[in-house]
């Protein structure tokens, strides 16, 4: 009997600690796979961010929509998210920009090169214009609380943008014909303060979900007659300080919001991220602006157009 006794608990005993192994094996394992998923999470994110940064189709909107989806945050946490992340494009923007902003510290410190005193005035009337605009609506929206219809926040300023961006496209084409004709385009010289207050109003109101800096920074400066490669490099060089403002603003204004945040996609994969996006944004801000040039740019950005208005439609009626 004791004998049987003995056997039977060591049977229990031997077969426990196998579990036991094995569930922590399981433990170890699982955490690994959660792991190696959030850092698929990063990745994503940062392509998204990536991209969408550099095309008329509101980064911030995908990055909230990606970011609920696979961190589980809510709206106000992740529109703070997906203005925070737009650090990673500056540091890809100030690394191909990087010949115009040491241009523009020798002006500061004294130099007298008139193309770059101008491109300094441009960005700094830009700048302040569009914090003016830009921080109260973020402080607006941020205010909305978890009450906000995100589908209609979202899906009616995409829907108006893919309108603008179909009329982007006939202005482009407009203004090539215009071009031919023997009238001038204009660039970054021809700018007065009145066209640079327009850039920094129509940059500060894209600090609204749906709302793409790029594409409505560019169609501005369209409208205004500006060479189509002119308008995106005049646009990505306000858009690094415009980025740099948005980013303090999401750690002043809103640290928990931000924090939930980071706690969901965690400090690795946040790095990550930021790193991927930077990657990808170096390559796209270089296409972009070649491809401005070229007639390509035309049915690139119709294509752009119907794009957000089809997304815009998806939001508003099924949520998206």
Known sequence: MLAWAWGLRRFYGENLYIILVLFTVFLRV???????????????????????EWLPISSKT??????????????QQAYTFGLFMEIGTVIAAVIYFRKELVGMVRILL?????????????????????????????????SFGSGVN??????VPMLVLGFVLVGDA??????????????????????SLRDCVVVGITQGVAALPGVSRSGITTSAM????????????????????????????TV????????????????AGLVLAIVVSA?????????????????????????????AIVSGLLYLTLGL
């Open 170 to 191: 006939l202005l482009i084409r407009y203004s090539r014909r215009r071009v031919r004709e023997g009238v001038m385009s204009r660039k970054l010289a021809d700018l």
């Open 150 to 155: 995100s589908a209609r926040v979202v899906g």
């Open 62 to 75: 995908q990055v909230i929509v990606s970011s609920s989806y696979f961190l589980g945050l809510s709206f």
């Open 252 to 267: 002043v204004a809103t640290k928990s919001n931000l924090s939930a945040a980071v706690a969901g996609i965690g400090l």
């Open 30 to 52: 699982d955490c690994c796979l959660s792991s190696i998923v959030q850092l698929l999470y990063s990745v994503i994110i940062g392509i998204i961010q990536g991209v969408s």
């Open 279 to 307: 990657i990808v944004s170096l390559f796209l801000i270089d296409f972009l602006i070649k491809v401005a040039g070229k007639s390509q740019i035309v049915y690139i950005t119709t294509a752009l157009g119907a794009v």
């Open 222 to 249: 369209l409208i205004l007659n500006v060479e189509p490669d002119e308008a995106f490099r005049l646009s990505f060089l306000a858009g690094i300080f415009a980025s740099v403002a948005a980013f303090g603003l």
């Open 110 to 142: 004294g130099s007298n090169e008139g193309d770059l005193r101008k491109l300094l005035i441009y960005v700094v009337i830009v700048t302040i214009v569009t914090g003016v605009v830009g921080a109260p609506l973020y402080l607006v929206v941020d």
